[in-house]
Every structure is written in structure tokens, then in C-alpha cells.
């Protein structure tokens, strides 16, 4: 809970440019990172195989994912707009639904099929307004990799109960 906490005050902190193709890679570079920080978690004090070897799968697709998106915004100068999206992938940040019940495993996967959800809707939301073709493609991209995580997360999570 701690890491996804983290993740969203620092997205809920961050200055928007009014680019959204900018605004976009640097809030989910942010989201990217906290996903990590959870896998971390899960891959140290995890039991389930399964979870830990999806954990290091969705640690290692966010880490490569962060590298493209931390060159993209040094390579990619704002251009102003009034883009919607960095009030739109507030209210995203502040939706979600989790049940906790303490065995770590469950509760990664729980946390991170929601954490996932969330990812997908600002990547949609991004998706109406982006202008870059490389951003608009790591935004399809994350919308079918966390969709397809989301429904292993969830099968996982009821198997933990």
C-alpha cells in the first residue's frame, strides 16, 4: 500500500506542462515506478511462485517501459496546451477497489490488479488528446499488457482468499 501511495502523491504533486503526450510519459514513468516498488515487495516477502513470477515479469516490463518513457521526456520539449488529462488521471488515481486480508500475496495481486486499472484508464484517457505516435503506441501498448495482467491478477487473487 505503502508503494502505491508513494507513486500517486508524486503523480499528485507533479507540475503538468499542458502536453499531454508529455504530461503522460512523466505521470506514468511515475506509476511505472511504483509498480515496481510493489514487485519488489512481492519478489522478497511473497510465498506463491505464480505471484512472485508474475511480480518479476511486471517488474521487468515497467523498468524497460520507464527507460523509453525517461527518453522520450528528455527528447520531447512541451508544447503548450490545455490538455484535460493531467485533472482527468487525478480522479482515475482516486478510484480503485482492493480487499486486504493481510496474506501478501493476495494483497499484491489485488493491489496491483488495481493499480493496473488505473494505469489502463489513464492510458485511455490519454489516448483521446495524445498528439506523438510513440506515446499514443506505449499508451495501446499498456492498455493490452496491464488488461491481460489485470484478468491474471484477478484469477490469482481468488485463488488466495
Partial sequence: MKAMQSGMDKMMSMKMTGDPDHDFAMMM????????EMADLELKKGQNAQVKTLA????????????QLTQFI???KPQ????????????????GNHSM???????????MAQHHQQGV??????????????????????????????????RLEAILR
Fill in 121 to 154: 484508464d489513464m492510458a485511455r484517457a490519454f489516448l483521446k488528446e495524445g498528439k506523438t505516435e510513440k506515446m499514443q503506441t506505449m499508451a495501446s501498448s499498456v492498455i493490452k499488457m496491464q488488461t491481460k495482467e489485470i484478468a491474471e491478477l484477478k
Fill in 74 to 76: 528528455g527528447s520531447h
Fill in 29 to 36: 514513468s511515475l506509476h511505472h515506478q511504483s509498480a515496481v
Fill in 80 to 95: 503548450s496546451a490545455s490538455s484535460t488529462l493531467g485533472k482527468d488521471a487525478m480522479k482515475i488515481m482516486h478510484s
Fill in 56 to 67: 518479476s515479469k511486471i517488474k521487468a516490463a515497467n523498468q524497460k517501459e520507464i527507460g
Fill in 101 to 111: 486480508n493481510g496474506n501478501v500475496d493476495h494483497d499484491f495481486a489485488s493491489m
